[in-house]
Structures are given as C-alpha cells and as structure tokens.
C-alpha cells in the first residue's frame, strides 16, 4: 500500500507534467506520421531556464480545447532547443518559446513566439492554418490603430524578424527610432531601451542594423562636438554607444569639449555611472561637494510629492522609486568623495543622505560606494 505522502508527492508530480498530447517522435518520425495522418507538425522549442516556457506549460498545453486541437490536427512535439542545437539553428530559433507550425515536408506555416493563452493560441493557430499567418495578424493590427503608431509599427517589426525578414524587420525599427518620438512623445522610454535593443537583436546575423545603428550615433556624435545643448542628441548619443558596445566613445566626446562648455554641463550628469567606473571622481563633482546637488533632488523629491496629493492612488509606490532614485544621486557623489579621500565632506554628505532615508539599503549603499571608491574609514562610518 502506498503511503499518504508517496500518494500526495505522486499526484503533486502528475498534475505537474505537461498534459497536451505530445509525442516523444524524433523529428523526421513526427513528419513522416503527420503525412500519413494529413496532419501537420507542432514543435514546441523551449528552454529549462524559460518562464514563459513554464508558464505556456502550465496555462495553455493543459487546456482541455487545446488538447483536443493538437490531437486533432497535429503531431506535437516539444524539443528543448538547447539540447537539439542542429534543428533549433535550421529553424533559426532565437526566442523561447518559440511554437512552429510545419508542413510534413519540413515547410514552416508559423511561429507563434512568448507566452500565448490557450484562447489567443487556439484563434491564432486556426488563422494560420487558413493562410493568415503571424506576419498578416501582425499588419492586420496595425492597419487598425494606424501606422503612425510606434508601438505598433515596433512589433510589426518584431514579427517580421521571428519570421527571418531582416530587412523589413529594420526598416520598420528605423521608423520607430527615427519618427516615433514625433509621432508619441510617450515613446521615449522604448525607443532607446526594448527599440534598440531589438535592433542589435537584429545585428548579430544582419550586418545592415548595426551599420543603421553606427551611421546615427556618428550624425549625433558629430553635433554634440560641434556644440549641440540638445538633450535628446546627447542621449540619444549615449545609448547609440551603449547599444554598439562602445560606451568607452561617451567619454571621448566629453573630453573633447571644451571646459566649462555648456554642452559639458549637459552630458556630464548623463555619464555618472561611467565617471565612476572609471574613477574619474572630479568629473562627477565638478568642483562641487555634492551638497547642493543633493539638497536640489531632495527638494525634487519633495516638489513631486506634492503635485500628486496625498490621495492619489499611484502616490505609494511613486514616492518609493523617486526616493531611491534620489538617495542613489547622493551616493554617487559620497562615492566621488570617497575616492578623492575627502572624508569630511562625504561625512557631511553621508549624514544628509542618512537624515532623508535610514534604512539599511540606504546604509548599505553607501558603505558598498565608499568600499568600491577604496575608502575603509568612510565605509565604516555609514555602516549600521
């Protein structure tokens, strides 16, 4: 007789396992069954580290329409792409997961890639299989909201790149980098974070996105020498840079301007983390002792909470990362202190920035800024 706890770990191990019906087929099994059966192949490429992996397990290959769809019209497998290196490179799989709909002759249909709820999978299945594929679905949403819509224009983007169309894949990226700011000023955060991001994505086997991505930090670059106070040109610049690979041009540029140009004032803030890495402690002062600064983001702080008023519901979680976004401009300066040894003074700085926030991350944060700065009598100071 088994035992309550061997019976409660095996039912804990069923209820975990995948329930769809698929296959343990080699690949070519898999197509050979499916043209005796006129079905088509369904691959599952996953990951053991994926999440949404674990979570299309979970959601959609346990649902019981899904189920019968795929026992219905396909011969599924689920491979994982790391382990199945070869057929993961022939169907280019660059994203997990990564469900491609194939013929029995080996043509892909589709690919539906990320996390799909059983409902969206089931409708986006039966589309492709009635010749409305990713790509058509993709342009067909963003017909609907216009193609002055930078988001849209993005992921139309994305799925053209699931699909091995680089180029239109770019030309789309380039739209959105260069007119989706016009377009939505809310764009601003994607553009220089998730847009580039996909574009190098792009790179790595289309050199063409990466000489895009070169020939505009170069524009940039050249303005921001010449004098440009712009402050898009200058961030632009600098994510250009990061994205390339080659943040180590950012402070070039910079020692390239003259001192005490305003342009130095504008780019200088931008380029904190990088001074810091690179000890080059005075130029994140810039002939301050950080006092100021730190007074100005507190009042910052302070101005922002205001202008949200006690009730609002967003007011909670705002105040949290503005008040850890302040705390970290002030250590940056401590840590700038640290490293030229002006103890007092990252003293004083320490106590304002200990009197606005207490907590131990806050102490923590300091002492980890003074010990990487070399500074053991500043890091005990902060030390709770």
């Not at 991001?197 to 792009?202: E, F, R």
């Not at 690179?278 to 101005?303: E, H, I």
């Not at 002006?342 to 009197?355: E, F, M, P, S, V």
Request: proline residues 3%; aromatic residues 8%; hydrophobic residues 40%.
């Amino acid at each position: 007789m088994k035992s309550p706890f061997l019976t409660a770990w095996l039912c804990a191990v069923t209820s975990s396992l995948v329930a769809a019906p698929f296959s343990d087929l080699s690949f070519e099994a898999a197509s050979k069954q499916a043209a005796q059966t006129d079905k088509i192949v369904l691959v599952d490429f996953y990951t053991t580290w994926c999440g949404p992996c674990k979570l299309l397990d979970k959601k959609t290959w346990t649902d019981a329409a899904v189920i019968r769809l795929l026992e219905q019209k396909t011969v599924a497998l689920r491979i994982d792409a790391e382990k199945e290196a070869a057929l993961s490179k022939r169907y280019k799989i660059e994203a997990y997961p990564s469900v491609l709909l194939i013929k029995p002759d080996g043509t892909e249909i589709d690919r539906l890639v990320g996390y799909c709820e059983p409902t969206t999978f089931i409708e986006n299945f039966n589309a492709a299989l009635n010749g409305k594929d990713s790509i058509s679905r993709a342009k067909d949403k963003l017909m609907a909201v216009g193609t002055n819509d930078p988001s849209a224009r993005m992921q139309f983007g994305v799925v053209l790149a699931q699909k091995g169309k680089d180029a239109e894949a770019l030309t789309e990226f380039l739209w959105c980098f260069d007119h989706g700011l016009a377009a939505s000023p809310a764009f601003v955060g994607v553009r220089l974070s998730f847009l580039l991001s996909d574009i190098k994505k792009l790179a790595a086997h289309y050199p063409p996105a990466d000489q895009a991505l070169e020939s505009r930090r170069d524009e940039r670059q050249a303005k921001v020498a010449a004098g440009s106070k712009d402050f898009s040109t200058i961030q632009d610049l600098i994510a250009l840079n990061d994205t390339l690979g080659q943040a180590e041009k950012n402070l070039a540029v910079f020692d390239q301007l003259p001192a005490g140009s305003q342009t130095r004032g504008v780019i200088s803030p931008l380029l904190t983390d990088q001074f810091l890495e690179a000890k080059r402690y005075g130029d994140v002062l810039q002939g301050t002792d950080g006092k100021s600064a730190f007074n100005k983001a507190v009042a910052q702080f302070n101005q922002m909470l205001d202008s949200l008023g006690k009730n609002n519901p967003m007011r909670e979680r705002m105040e949290v990362n503005f008040r850890q976004f302040t705390v970290k401009s002030g250590a940056h300066s401590f840590e700038a202190l640290a490293g030229l040894k002006r103890n007092q003074d990252g003293k004083d700085l320490a106590g304002q920035i200990l009197k606005f926030d207490s907590s131990q991350d806050t102490h923590t944060l300091l002492a980890d800024a003074a010990q990487r700065a070399g500074n053991a009598d500043l890091s005990r100071f902060v030390k709770q």
